[in-house]
C-alpha cells in the first residue's frame, strides 16, 4: 500500500485548504483512513478518522467544526477540507491507513493502529 499526500502549502489565517490522499496497493474500501499532523517540535498528533463506509467519522477536539475528512471509494482518495484556519494548524500533515478490514472497525487516535503512512504535506497558516 502506497498513499501520495498533496495540497499543502502557504494560507492566510481565516482560508480554507483542502488535502488529498491518493492510495494505491490495495482495495481502498476496506481500509479505514485517517490524518494526522506534526508541528515543528512536537508529536505527531490525530486529526481526524473515517471508516470504510464513512459512517463513522472522529475529529480531535481542537479541529471539530472547521475541519471535514471525507472519502471517495471510486478515486481510491480521502480528503480533508480544512476551514477557518489558524496559525496553529501549522504543520506537516499526514495520511495513514489500517487495514484491511473484513468487518465494520472503528480505530482511534493512535499512531500505532496505523500501518500505512504518506510522505507528508506542508500546510503553513499565516496571521
Known amino acids: 500500500v502506497q498513499l501520495q499526500a498533496s495540497g499543502g502549502g502557504l494560507v492566510r489565517s481565516g482560508g480554507s485548504r483542502r488535502l488529498s490522499c491518493v492510495f494505491s496497493g490495495g482495495t481502498f474500501s476496506r481500509y479505514a483512513l485517517a490524518w494526522f499532523r506534526q508541528a515543528p517540535g512536537k508529536e505527531r498528533e490525530f486529526v481526524a478518522n473515517?471508516?470504510?463506509?464513512?459512517?463513522?467519522?472522529n475529529y480531535v477536539e481542537s479541529v471539530k467544526g472547521r475541519f471535514t475528512i471525507s472519502r471517495d471509494n471510486a478515486k481510491n482518495t480521502v480528503y480533508l477540507q480544512m476551514n477557518n484556519l489558524k496559525p496553529e494548524d501549522t504543520a506537516v500533515y499526514y495520511c495513514a491507513a489500517a487495514g484491511p478490514f473484513f468487518e465494520m472497525v472503528t480505530l482511534g487516535c493512535g499512531t500505532a493502529e496505523y500501518d500505512y503512512w504518506g510522505q507528508g504535506t506542508l500546510v503553513t497558516v499565516s496571521s
Open positions: 473515517i471508516n470504510w463506509s464513512a459512517s463513522s467519522l
